[in-house]
Nanobody, 120 residues
Framework: QVQLRESGGGTVQAGGSLRLSCAASGGTFGTYSMGWFRQAPVKEREFVAAITWTGIRTSYTDSVKGRFTISIDNAKNTMYLQMNSLKPEDTAVYYC?????????????WGQGTQVTVSS
């Protein structure tokens, strides 16, 4: 089945930017919607952003609206999360997943994620 690998994380100062990538191998995204999730230390994993397989519709959690932009390139089998105006509270491990767009339910297993650290 499809394996997803996150990359692009790193350490930045508050106000900086990062672009995360989610690459599919062993298959394609197909017609599944895709989503980004994150988990901070000692916190539950939370939804961040979602996008339909066509890239037409997007959805974001309130805390990142206006700062993050999700996009998808099916030709490259890659999904992206452009993160601008980063805040310390954005610090977390970020994960990508195939999802059901309507209820944001993840499909499949979780990967290793990519660490994003924002210093104050």
């Amino acid at each position: 089945q499809v394996q997803l690998r996150e990359s692009g994380g790193g350490t930045v100062q508050a106000g900086g930017s990062l672009r995360l990538s989610c690459a599919a191998s062993g298959g394609t995204f197909g017609t599944y919607s895709m989503g980004w999730f994150r988990q901070a230390p000692v916190k539950e994993r939370e939804f961040v952003a979602a996008i339909t397989w066509t890239g037409i519709r997007t959805s974001y959690t309130d805390s990142v609206k206006g700062r993050f932009t999700i996009s998808i390139d099916n030709a490259k089998n890659t999904m992206y999360l452009q993160m601008n105006s980063l805040k310390p509270e954005d610090t977390a491990v970020y994960y990508c997943q195939q999802i059901t767009y309507s209820n944001r339910a993840p499909i499949g297993s979780w990967g290793q994620g990519t660490q994003v650290t924002v210093s104050s």
